[in-house]
């Protein structure tokens, strides 16, 4: 029982800027390259320093600082970005790379797997295109995506796959209009699990499919009328078995929090990152910032669901904005209400030192296009108060922090995968600067994947 894939066009092949044929680069994995003259924004939010030099060697990164501290040699490809920004790639906490077509929860499980599974890859290439170098997946393509980027047979961003995330029976991550048989076998990042013993069973599974964090749905979605944003769907004690379990295997876990008690109990359990939390209480952002629980608030995701909200003639559940039961008529101040509560809720999570990142949650080509997503979720951190810079650290070494790969990327210093972008706008002047049309270098792992230098 498939239905037909629609054409995808605005994925076709042959994207301007893509340097044929893939990899790029200078195709030599120890030559070296030398950017000259950019601003550098490096990551770690200390001030930008201009006519700066950052030398790429190989995958990585040898030395970077003000053009007179970093020698390189005459053996080196000069790329001049003289007026122009460097900073690292953008991380993308939080996206699924299902191939899914539709924006609804049966024809996503109904569509074609192996449709989907190609789909993903095409996901996959816009997020690098976009200047993502790395994101965490939920989806049950990612650890084979993470797979085939690695070997060079696809381009696309380096993946911390979590595999299918764990959703109670009727949860955010089951589909209701099909058989569970096939929401077993052909959901694209749901994996239903009830009490404690499937749970931990479920992370058992996660972990031996090759998942790296593992994701659970601890409140409703809001994809329809019964699965509301409002309801807790796991208990405290099947969180905490979770948690337990995701330890054993050394990862962490992933909470998608959209009401208050979710995000208690997800934070009492010891989650690793809470994601949306758009309805976090005191008590709760003390126990993140005591725990060093990160933050992924998907502010434009939330804005879109509004939208997408049966009120608003979308396909999905009631709008949703925490702690208002009674909405107005308006539609202008439902927005402006929930525009002022997510950024309320997130400038108090900042306050009280809550590390928070960036995640586009894209999860369909139409609705939440791949990239420029991640993008629209940097200014929109900005938007919602914070500065540029705290944005733009958000995106690149909190992202790599929130991923466990801080260690090897997020921030342009020696010893860091050359991940970078160059921009012909300065992000720090306007965080639109931030957008594919002024990225005139983009770097994976030393490899170019778009340059106009
Ligand atoms: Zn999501």
Redesign the pocket.
């Known amino acids: 029982m498939y239905l037909a894939a629609p054409e995808v066009t605005q994925m076709a092949a042959g994207q301007p800027g893509m340097r044929p044929p893939w990899p790029g680069g200078t195709g030599d994995p120890g030559g070296r390259i030398a950017i000259t003259g950019a601003r550098l924004i490096d990551g770690r939010g200390g001030d930008p320093v201009d006519d700066a030099v950052v030398l790429v060697e190989g995958s990585v990164i040898a030395a970077a600082g003000a053009g007179a501290e970093v020698p390189f040699d005459r053996d080196a490809q000069v790329l001049d970005a003289a007026g122009a920004t460097l900073m690292p790639g953008l991380i993308d906490g ?1 996206c ?1 790379l299902g191939g899914a077509s539709f924006p609804d929860e049966d024809r996503w499980v109904l569509e074609d797997d192996r449709y989907q599974a190609i789909a993903s890859a095409a996901q996959a290439r816009q997020l690098l295109q976009h200047g993502v170098t790395s994101v965490r997946d ?1 989806s049950v393509n990612g650890t084979r995506l993470r797979t085939a980027i690695a070997r060079g047979l696809i381009p696309g961003p380096e993946i911390v796959p979590c595999w299918r995330g764990l959703s109670r029976r009727g949860g955010h991550g089951d589909a209701r209009g099909v058989p569970p048989e096939m929401v077993s076998t052909s959901h694209p990042w749901g994996l239903v699990a009830d009490g404690p013993a499937e749970v931990r069973a479920a992370v058992r599974e996660v972990v031996k499919q090759g998942g790296q964090c593992v994701k659970v749905w601890a409140s409703g979605g809001g994809l329809h009328e019964n699965e509301p944003e409002d309801v807790q769907h796991y208990s405290l004690r099947e969180l905490r078995v979770i948690v337990e379990e995701a330890n054993y295997a050394r990862v962490p876990v992933a909470a ?1 929090c959209e009401c208050a008690a979710a995000a208690k109990d997800a934070a009492r359990a010891g989650v690793w990152s809470i ?1 949306h939390g758009e309805d976090l209480d005191e008590e709760t952002i003390g126990l993140m910032a005591e725990k060093g629980i990160s933050l992924n608030p998907t502010v434009v995701l939330l804005t879109q669901w509004l939208e997408q909200s049966s009120v608003f003639g979308g396909p999905y559940g009631k709008p949703y904005v925490p702690g208002v039961t009674e909405l107005p008529a308006d539609p202008e101040a439902i927005r402006t209400l929930l525009h002022d509560r997510l950024s309320e809720n997130l400038m108090a999570a900042k306050a009280a030192g809550v590390r928070i990142g960036v995640g586009s ?1 894209s ?1 369909c080509a139409d609705l939440t296009p791949f990239g420029l997503q991640t993008l629209n979720e940097v200014h929109a951190l900005v938007a919602a108060g914070l500065s540029e810079m705290e944005a733009i650290v958000a995106a690149t070494r909190s992202g790599a922090e929130i991923l466990r790969i801080g260690d090897r990327t997020g921030a342009i210093e020696p010893g860091k995968a050359a991940d970078l972008l160059v921009l012909s706008a300065d992000p720090l002047a306007g965080i639109s600067g931030l957008a594919r049309e002024n990225m005139v270098l983009v770097m994976k792992a030393g490899q170019v994947v778009t340059s106009g230098l």
Do not use: A, L, V
Request: no cysteine; charged share 30%; hydrophobic share 15%.
């Open positions: 939080h699924h939920i998608h994601e949650d999860y």
